[in-house]
T-cell receptor, first 113, second 114 residues
Framework: TQLLEQSPQFLSIQEGENLTVYCNSS?????LQWYRQEPGEGPVLLVT?????EVKKLKRLTFQFGDARKDSSLHITAAQPGDTGLYLC?????????????FGTGTRLTVIP | DAGITQSPRHKVTETGTPVTLRCHQT?????MYWYRQDPGHGLRLIHY???????DKGEVSDGYSVSRSKTEDFLLTLESATSSQTSVYFC?????????????FGDGTRLSIL
């Protein structure tokens, strides 16, 4: 069962453009994490959001957790080639009762110089 | 970077053979996890460990077993590999259990079952 759906699956943009990727679920999560993964490497944590409606900023990246704690978004301002990678959301503490993280399918971002 | 080493990094083997993947950490973290990553599925949890000799099943545990005899090592075994187990396997560690705890990942093992 795939609890988290990410969109779009693939995104290719020019350097300097803005973009938003989405992470949606029908389940409620107690927290939501975002990771970035580069080829040949494991995912690296970017941020954790735990409160419905919470917004966190990390330089040019803005993360939001939905009010109902079922969805999240990642907005990147003025994208740079270094932002290229696979972005993964991961939800924890879902209604399934599991105490593990459930990962989304990922958004593969390419920023063209 | 968290001290996590996965070995081997690449392996090709035949259907029906046993395969063991190793995850070694130098962080003394209590919790360790094995995931597989496949296109269209993201990362899926296979097994996890919450201490020496304490393990539990994840979402896709069929066909896999694990062992943890020391804090620093977590082994994943495919008793009789099948082509459906071709994947990239990631080990992760965390120093606490809980849905808001960060996990630190190794660089993965690419396993091909022919």
């Amino acid at each position: 069962t795939q609890l988290l759906e990410q969109s779009p699956q693939f995104l290719s943009i020019q350097e300097g453009e803005n973009l938003t990727v989405y992470c949606n679920s029908s389940s409620v999560f107690s927290s939501l994490q975002w990771y970035r993964q580069e080829p040949g490497e494991g995912p690296v944590l970017l941020v954790t959001v735990v409160t419905g409606g919470e917004v966190k900023k990390l330089k040019r990246l803005t993360f939001q957790f939905g009010d109902a704690r079922k969805d999240s978004s990642l907005h990147i301002t003025a994208a740079q080639p270094g932002d290229t990678g696979l972005y993964l959301c991961a939800g924890g503490g879902s209604q399934t009762g599991a105490n593990n993280l459930f990962f989304g399918t990922g958004t593969r971002l390419t920023v063209i110089p | 970077d968290a001290g996590i080493t996965q070995s081997p990094r690449h392996k090709v083997t035949e259907t029906g053979t046993p395969v063991t993947l190793r995850c070694h950490q130098t962080e003394n973290h209590r919790y360790m996890y094995w995931y597989r990553q496949d296109p269209g599925h993201g990362l899926r949890l296979i097994h996890y460990s919450y201490g020496v000799k304490d393990t539990d099943k994840g979402e896709v545990s069929d066909g896999y077993s694990v062992s943890r005899s020391k804090t620093e090592d977590f082994l994943l075994t495919l008793e009789s590999a099948t082509s459906s187990q071709t994947s990239v396997y990631f080990c992760a560690i965390s120093d606490a259990m809980g849905s808001n705890q960060p996990q630190h990942f190794g660089d993965g093992t690419r396993l091909s079952i022919l």
